[in-house]
């Protein structure tokens, strides 16, 4: 089974839109983190938003948000706002224990987001 | 945010020949480094988790004698793709893991092989 699965290969978002990006997982591990990141088209990754399994609140750092549902084992990353410069694909990750597997990460197939004016 | 590069940004090589892909913690000291690879389009498959001081672990369905990794101080680490063949033509992305279990991605390399 996959252990990160994101749905929508594809997404578009009007300039100053929210748009939601899909993430659910799969680990039977009680304690893990859920990552997103950025991917523009140069290539490097960017770290957005981290989400540990026992954080009591959903995470948020500017206009990124993380709709964490543990009992849905979702993820989803919300960006407010759009603005151009968020064109890019967008990768969920999932690190599995808290220390655990040397703390690699397993990503999810990536969604491309394109900001229209 | 804490800085890790990578060297080259972009290599083609011929055939046959070997290509050596430096990654560096530049401010800080990483015991552990990560190296990814990535198809167009497609996700990051993790290669090998680098230990400094000792062997990686390579994850199933690499083979450990292609893709050779060093990881010889506590900010550098290397990988070298032996004998490249025009299959091995990729997006090389690696992480370092700081003290504080956080994760630094490098720029990343890519590798045409003709």
């Known amino acids: 089974a996959q252990k990160i699965t994101q749905t929508q290969p594809g997404m578009f978002v009007q300039e100053k839109e929210a748009v939601t990006l899909d993430c659910t997982y799969d680990?039977?591990?009680?304690?893990?983190?859920l990552f997103w990141y950025k991917q523009p088209s140069s290539g490097e990754m960017i770290f957005l938003i981290y989400q540990g399994s026992y954080d009591q609140q959903n995470a948020t750092e500017g206009r990124y948000s993380l709709n964490f549902q543990k009992a849905r084992k979702s993820a989803n990353l919300v960006i407010s706002a759009s603005q151009l410069g968020d064109s890019a694909m967008y990768f969920c990750?999932?690190?599995?224990?808290?220390?655990?597997?040397?703390?690699?990460?397993?990503f999810g197939t990536g969604t491309q987001l394109k900001v229209e004016l | 945010g804490a800085v890790v590069s990578q060297h080259p940004s972009r290599v083609i090589c011929k055939s046959g020949t070997s290509v050596k892909i430096e990654c560096r913690s530049l401010d800080f000291q990483a015991t552990t480094m990560f190296w990814y690879r990535q198809f167009p389009k497609k996700s990051l498959m993790l290669m090998a988790t680098s230990n400094e001081g000792s062997k990686a672990t390579y994850e199933q369905g690499v083979e450990k004698d292609k893709f050779l990794i060093n990881h010889a101080s506590l900010t550098l680490s290397t990988l070298t793709v032996t004998s490249a063949h025009p299959e091995d033509s990729s997006f090389y992305i690696c992480?370092?893991?700081?003290?504080?279990?956080?994760?630094?991605f490098g720029p990343g390399t890519r590798l045409t092989v003709l």
């Open positions: 990750a999932m690190r599995e224990g808290e220390y655990g597997g040397g703390n690699k990460l397993t």
């Open positions: 992480s370092a893991r700081s003290d504080y279990n956080e994760q630094f």
């Open positions: 680990t039977s591990d009680p304690s893990y983190g």
